[in-house]
């Protein structure tokens, strides 16, 4: 049997595994600076936590696990009768599947908190690393299983945590290093008030559906989905006049107010730009060189935002958005807590990982993991390199003795292919002076050093 | 809909988590000295590859996924005889279910092996700490999602991996503080030379899960099932003798050869254990304080060891093994990848959790997660600390403000519920000044001191 894996999945080997953990770690470290706290959900929710919560599309993509023990159950007949309905349409069938996989971490999120109200200390700031699975058609880029990565405050209206998000996102993209890098904001109160405007209040979602597609299809696209989705003429040319309007944040939110400030929702939109702005300027360190810009076609997807709403993108690498987020209003009502507010974003972990590959820019990592091999001659010797190795493991230097006195060849052949930085020769000569060798891999120079002066240098090259 | 979760599934929260990682970066940070790699494989993997490596008490307790799609298939009647099928028995039906979630952490590894056997330089050493699910019935202690966490050496067969293995396992559990903790060892060579010393050669499984008992059940127990399992009283009664004598290991493993040594298998096994002890009383560190102590009682359930096998106890709580492992000889080979020998031990995570929780031996961990929370009185007052948290964060330390300017009372209700360390009050008078007030929340005690005066204190606190 040729072993595989399920396609749109993925195993990580050591080598990516270093570079996920630099990413997931320094992200990790950021939110908790700003107090953020770690949460984890199961991997399997109840189907029903699940179902209908992402449209009829998410519904089909759901993985749903069948329910086990089914051929000791004594009701056949019912069995085959929820049976007969999945197989007319996937909705769901408690005792067939009860359970499902996590598509996104925010509904495991909102229903964590309606049944946690009682413990939790409301603003509740909770960041969460876990892996999700769609069953989407693999493609490039495109994974059944995959990791998302979200931090979000909720039972906080206060704009400020917008103006911290922001904040974590610059600082996190400076941390990894990542150029180019412009954060697009909006809000969904500003899509509200152009909606209005354009007669087209029942057309909100598909205007900004339309809006959306303005990086991708230019405005003559968009023009024509409008016009399809049935905005009139005088609303298309309102939108294109604020659409094209150019100038600095400022110039762009008093252009913008002149219009959409006729309507409350317009109103409301511009202050909390204005305001989420300011906090952050007030917050934001001078070092952090990613872009900050108000976009009034910034749309986002999801129909739960109510707020501001923001999208981070790099000019760097051809490639989607590596982060979003917003702010929702009512996302715990699902579960039976209402007016609870919330804002989030989201770190894309997959995309973020290939920009970083694509531009080069990890750490250069020591794809070995250990620093440094002993070779292994056996007898006295061995037992020598072995109290060499726990010394070094001690001082918290990775390092690895080749486990038999095989053949000289043979360990160095292992040792090129493994990649080591430095190689401990501790044969007759050096154990005889209470000594080592230690040979630098990449220059081939070799020094005999005592084991002290070894461990110190090693230590300098581990940092 | 009031919300829960799958029977047998866990979210952890904030404090939770803070506790699992404290294990988890330890043990991480430990094998990575030992020169183990990472590896993390997908929670899905094919159903193929799973079946038929647990048993058929394995088999049924996998959780299986429904393919995703049904309803759009043309293949109705198909579809209902592999419907057919499972409800009959729970076996492969490719065409209803064709993946699964990962059972353990070894068969996908074993599949991880002899998919990538052209890039990987053997001997391998990887760690790999991940979720699994299996549809037991849950009670206390046992889940039906929980965390592995394995260290494996293929390839190589030498016995440093054994003794480097027991030194792993010390050094861990001295890190995490865990007290009076025994690591038997054994040999699997040893119970076959007992089991042909018995002339039950063909019952060396039945033999091994009677004496696995031993410490449940007591002598005679055992001594019942082994006759019930058909051994003769001759037989019984060469067990019992070997069983009851006391010594330290160098003395057991004396006597035992006198009796097992018979035999070519005990011969060799009495030689393993003299080995793996000798190497690992050269590597080991006087500091690490639990036991080793070989144990011919010892068998471990798995069928797949073939060498060294060890176990590990605490006295201090009442707990099943808190880890396990071996030497195995041929586990590449159900991938088609035959003559890999392995050996690997694994930590049992949540009980490890459950014995330091009822020791209360986690380091005094900060529930709050963030070290310092600034109070807010909006206006000139919330500028002023919005400058300071962000100081804060920039040197290192967890700082949270609270979101708004709302009343004394409801902010320091807040930061008592959070158990926030200390309080950074920065008013009306500590602007002027152009200081702050740092007040710990344990003592009540309060200084005003220079911004650069309390991110020291708070440095040294932070550690």
New interface residues.
Partial sequence: ??????QG??????AE??KR?FILDTLRSIF???????????????L??LMGKYGEEGD??I????N????E?KK?DE??NE?AK?????FSTPI????A?RYDLTIPFA??V???QN?I???F??YQMQ?V?R?DRPQKGRY??FWQCDCD?VG???L??EAELL?IYQSAFHKLNIPSVCIKINSRKLLAALAELCKGVDKLTEMTVALDKLDKIGWDGVCKELAQRGLDQDGIAKIEHLIQIKGTNEELLAAWELVLGKTDSGTAGIAELRKTLA?WD??A?KEWTSEIRVDLSLARGLNYYTGVIMEVTTSAVKMGSIGGGGRYDDLTGL??LPGITGVGVSFGIDRIYDVMEELAIFPVANAA??LV?LLNFGGKEE?YA??I??QL??A??????Y??AAKMDKQMK?AN??SFPYIIIAGELELQKGQISLKDMRSGQQEMLSINEAIKSLKKLAV
Avoid at 9 to 14: E, H, I, L, V, W
Avoid at 63 to 66: A, G, M, P, S
Wanted: with cysteine; net charge positive.
């Fill in positions: 049997m040729k072993p595989s894996i399920p999945t993925r195993d990580f080997s050591p595994l270093r953990y908790e600076r700003y107090g953020f706290q770690p949460l984890e959900t199961p991997a399997m929710e109840q029903t936590t089909r993509l993985f749903k696990i069948l086990n023990g089914l051929h159950s056949k069995l085959n049976w999945i197989l007319d349409k996937p067939v599947t009860e359970r996989l229903r964590y309606a049944m946690h413990d200390a409301l603003p700031r909770r892996p699975w069953a059944r299983e405050v906080s209206p206060s400020l945590n904040c906090l007030q917050l360190d579960f039976g993991g250990s091999m037992a072995l109290q190795v726990q493991r001690n918290g230097i990775a390092a690895e003795i486990p038999e292992y292919k493994r």
